[in-house]
């Protein structure tokens, strides 16, 4: 099943049981995160606040600025090759030799006129930028990605880049852990990597399924559950290859996180999220 099917459904007991608390940590995380979303796009006499709809120019300026991150990042890697550890140049082979499929990827963006509208949102956010309370989560750093100029954070996009980064960041953690020879032995990590994967899909489920319980039919959400997994994936996929950039550019070494996930991405396929 698709994770938009899964954010609908009862986790099996065993998955339950091994996971404990943490899926009521995701579900807290995906209701803070849909109130900042809500607020964010309540009416408003301040035009930078409030709900757009989507035109047809701005489906076209997305899906192209993807397409040009898409091939600055495809280039990166090609120079970087040599630079990877043994394991990531391999997985780096393979994604060069799919670099069709990640523009394919990208083509329903501009498919077919979106009807979920655009509002203002966090813009960086991940895991770290939850403050447990003791009690409960703030949401920090609201002031978005610093490293973008404050005229792009201004910007009215679809929130569902922020659920995507939070996805992504569920699975980097997964992946940080699989990676660490203090926590994984190398010999193990195969045997390990199913019990990331199970962690990753159901808490990322459980984040996605109290979102959009919270949200409700806010328009800024697609009605049509093919559009909402649709924008899912291409924010994922965006956001996966934004973080392959920056590890290229500071540490092919540590370029691997990125690169894994970037391969699991091109293995689920373009339709893994449909429900």
């Known amino acids: 099943p698709s994770l ?27 209701e803070r995160t849909a109130e900042l979303h809500l607020a964010a796009a309540a009416p408003s006499e301040d035009p930078a606040f409030g709900q757009t709809p989507h035109s047809p120019m701005d489906q076209r300026s997305v899906y192209q600025s993807m397409r040009n991150v898409t091939g600055m990042v495809l ?12 394991e990531s140049q391999a997985a780096a082979g393979d994604v060069l030799d799919r670099s069709l499929a990640i523009y394919e990827r990208l083509r329903p963006l501009v498919g077919k006129r979106l009807t979920a509208l655009r509002t203002r949102h966090h813009g960086s956010l991940e895991l ?13 750093d609201l002031e978005g990605d610093k490293s973008v100029p404050m005229s792009e954070r201004r910007r009215k996009r679809s929130p569902l880049r922020d659920v ?3 996805i992504r960041s569920f699975r980097r953690t997964t992946t940080k852990v699989l990676f660490d020879p203090g926590l994984v032995r190398e010999d193990d990590r195969e045997a390990v990597r199913p019990w990331g994967d199970t962690w990753h899909t159901w808490v990322s489920a459980a984040f996605l399924e109290s979102y959009l319980a919270t949200v409700g039919g806010a328009s800024f959400i697609p009605a049509d559950r093919n ?5 899912l994936d291409v924010f994922l996929l965006e956001s996966t290859l934004v973080e392959l950039q920056a590890a290229l550019e500071d540490n092919p070494l540590r370029a691997d996180i990125a690169l894994v996930g970037l391969v ?3 293995d689920a396929g373009p339709d893994a999220g449909r429900a």
């Open 128 to 140: 770290c930028k939850f403050l447990f309370t003791g009690k409960d989560f703030v949401i920090i």
């Open 75 to 86: 280039r990166l890697l090609r120079t970087s090759t040599s630079k990877l550890s043994p």
């Open 227 to 231: 559009e909402l997994a649709m924008l």
């Open 4 to 30: 938009v099917q899964l954010a609908g459904l009862e986790p099996p007991a065993g998955v339950v049981e091994k996971i404990g608390v943490y899926l009521e940590t995701a579900h807290r995380l995906g």
């Open 264 to 266: 699991d991405l091109l």
């Open 164 to 166: 995507s980064a939070m």
